[in-house]
């Protein structure tokens, strides 16, 4: 019985719970909940398009904002792209107004008070947020007695609200903080195509984005320099604006420059014309304004006149642009001498040496690989220095001596590639260039041709087996003065890490290093190139000049002097880079590699040798063998 009385009353209380909550809202329980929800709004915050916003607290003036499809749009009291941070947060603030502490109008109206009385009749902020052809108006007004916070008014809800002051913070900041900071504001990752028109004198420069890269398709048709592109986008995007709120002279406005920036969703074009400062011609500032908008500002005239008469300044200088491990033949002729070779890679990354594009057995040689990628480096990175002409005239053809050139250069990779390269230009500077299939005359470097001779003597290979290193060790060096009234003979010990004989003073650790340094040297050793020579023990002829045999290198495996694991014959340092050698594993006479050159002059002291250049260490010897 109790248990039943319990449960009637727990009934008859919902009842008249219910129906009180009724009295206190012309809405439903439903509708409640759902309102509860949202929050203050009757719409999800996310659906609005618009917000204005007044009152004494933004000095009287008046905001407005246009959500235009991707981003919101100040309209008044300028005509700019809006903070999207800055109306981010207006929007959260709105979203998360809490609507738990209340109390409605009529309550208010029952205790003989108005809304003066919370600063609510005249308020300092108003802000009307649009949902299409609806709008609702929220009164922000006086501070509460307790705490930080401040009472709002819903004219829709009829009900007045206690809610955190700052919630209005994202509502009162100046101007300068509600605008978007860039000029343009189409993200630069977005922008695809950039152009610029200077009606006052007929110029078009445009620049287009591809799937990879971009391309010059204004005043002439090329491929772009990608990094110059993103330095414009970069320049362009953080581009100050000068006076965009207090400019508002009513000035003439003849345009005569017009930028246009197109994204992948957007777009903005800004007309720019000359400003005058005290009725002259600024020559710091053009004035402008974005199309559609009134809003007018200054920017900067030099940024805007960079590019009148340089039409080269965004073009691609690599003159060509491959993959060099993606090449597979190269071929290099001098017609003037009838002389070539051409350069194959075979299936297992080697290469293979043909004299005169002959691809007979007798004719080939195995090439230097790391020489090859050199050399396809060199042209990899060869730069344009100038672009002379895209539509060259016939005395232009002749004069600059491509059509019969002085070097020819084909390569074969993605693409193929094939270069002449003519005549000296007239200063000295370059020497005239194009790749066939593109008319456009260029001027590179003088060294690029010379860099790529026809003597196959250039690519042989530069590795040269003194000894087997996995059968044997190198423990004794010696070097000995061929001349029989020299007596000078130094001795390598690398056991013992010490060196004697006729050599310039050395501390012990200098000795050390030494004794680490030669052993590199000789089982990895390496010629700098080779001459074209055959050997004859008194000597050869370098540069139309006699040279002789000055020492014998001889490699010991043990003190047994008679059976030396190899020789070499050296001639004296020619000059700071040059000194040559000899040794029955090579195919030609050498040019000694920098590092040997320098560590035998540490060893063998002469006052007529040319000075050291460097003193190599192990370190450099790791990096040239790398």
């Known amino acids: 019985m109790k248990f039943r009385l319990t449960l009637a009353l727990l009934i008859l209380n919902a009842i008249v719970y219910f129906l009180l909550l009724r009295e206190d809202t012309p809405f439903s329980l439903e509708d409640r909940i759902g309102r509860d929800a949202l929050g203050i709004l009757p719409y999800s915050i996310n659906e609005a398009d618009s917000l204005v916003i007044s009152g004494d607290a933004i000095e009287g003036r008046t905001y407005r904002l246009d959500n235009v499809g991707f981003y919101w749009q100040l309209m008044e ?3 700019w792209e809006a903070n999207p941070f800055a109306v981010r947060r207006m929007l959260n603030n709105l979203e998360l107004i809490d609507t738990s502490i209340r109390f409605s109008v009529s309550d208010m109206q029952q205790r003989g008070e108005t809304l003066a009385n919370y600063g609510l009749e005249n308020p300092p902020l108003n802000v009307t947020i649009g949902f299409g052809d609806e709008s609702f108006e929220l009164r922000f007004g006086a501070p509460t007695e307790i705490g ?5 008014f819903s004219e829709e809800e009829q009900h007045i609200y206690v809610v955190e002051a700052r919630i209005i913070d994202p509502f009162v900041l100046p101007i300068r903080e509600l605008r978007s900071n860039d000029l343009i504001a189409i993200p630069a990752f977005e922008i695809s195509q950039i152009t610029v028109d200077y009606l006052d004198d007929g110029l078009r420069f445009r620049l287009n984005k591809r799937e990879e890269g971009w391309d010059v398709l204004s005043p002439i048709v090329a491929d772009a320099n990608d990094a110059q592109v993103q330095g414009l986008i970069d320049e362009l995007i953080e581009l100050d604006v000068e006076r965009i709120e207090s400019f508002t002279d009513n000035l003439d406005f003849n345009e005569i420059i017009r930028l246009e920036v197109v994204g992948n969703r957007r777009s903005a074009t800004l007309t720019i014309a000359e400003y ?15 199309e559609g908008r ?17 039409q080269d300044v965004f073009r691609e200088r690599s003159l060509m642009s491959f993959d060099p491990y993606s090449v597979g033949s190269l071929s290099i002729v001098e017609p003037s001498t009838n002389q070539s070779l051409r350069l194959l890679q075979l299936e297992n990354g080697s290469w293979r040496l043909f004299n005169q594009q002959s691809l007979s057995a007798d004719m080939q040689n195995d090439a230097d690989k790391r020489v090859v990628e050199e050399k396809l480096k060199l042209l990899n990175d060869a730069q344009v220095l100038e672009f002379i002409s895209d539509a060259p005239s016939a005395e232009l053809l002749e004069r600059s001596g491509v059509e019969t050139p002085y070097k020819r250069i084909s390569l074969l990779a993605d693409d193929e590639y094939i270069l002449e390269i003519g005549e000296i230009e007239p200063s000295g500077l370059g020497r005239y260039a194009r790749l066939q299939g593109n008319p ?11 860099a790529l001779s026809v003597n196959s003597l250039d690519y042989l290979p530069r590795d040269v087996l003194l000894f087997d290193v996995n059968t044997q060790q190198l423990n004794f060096l010696t070097i000995t003065a061929l001349a029989e009234d020299s007596g ?43 001459i074209d020579n055959a050997f004859d023990e008194a000597g050869t002829r370098f540069n139309d000049l006699p040279v002789i045999w000055d020492y014998r290198m001889q490699g010991f495996s043990s003190r047994d002097s008679q059976n030396p ?20 594993g090579a195919p030609h006479i050498f040019l000694l590699s920098q590092v040997m050159i ?20 192990l370190e450099d010897q790791n990096n040239a063998n790398n």
């Open 294 to 310: 009134s809003t007018r500002f200054l920017i900067s005239r030099a940024f805007m006149d960079q590019w009148r008469g340089q």
């Open 565 to 584: 694991i190899f020789e070499i014959l050296l001639s004296k340092r020619l000059n700071g880079t040059q000194q040559l050698g000899y040794t029955e």
């Open 440 to 450: 456009s005359i260029y001027l590179v470097g003088l060294d690029l041709g010379d």
């Open 148 to 152: 930080e916070r401040i009472y709002l």
């Open 488 to 530: 000078l003979r130094v001795e390598f010990d690398f056991m013992q890490e010490s060196i004697s004989g006729e050599v310039e003073i050395m501390t012990q650790e200098e000795e050390q290093a030494m004794s680490a340094l030669m052993p590199s040297i000789l089982e990895n050793f390496r010629v700098a190139g080779y």
């Open 598 to 617: 320098d560590a035998l002059h540490r060893v063998i002291f002469d006052p007529e040798i040319p000075p050291e250049r460097i003193l190599p260490d």
């Open 276 to 290: 005058r400062d005290a009725g002259n011609v600024s020559d710091t500032f053009y004035q402008a304004m974005f």
């Open 77 to 79: 009291p300028i005509e």
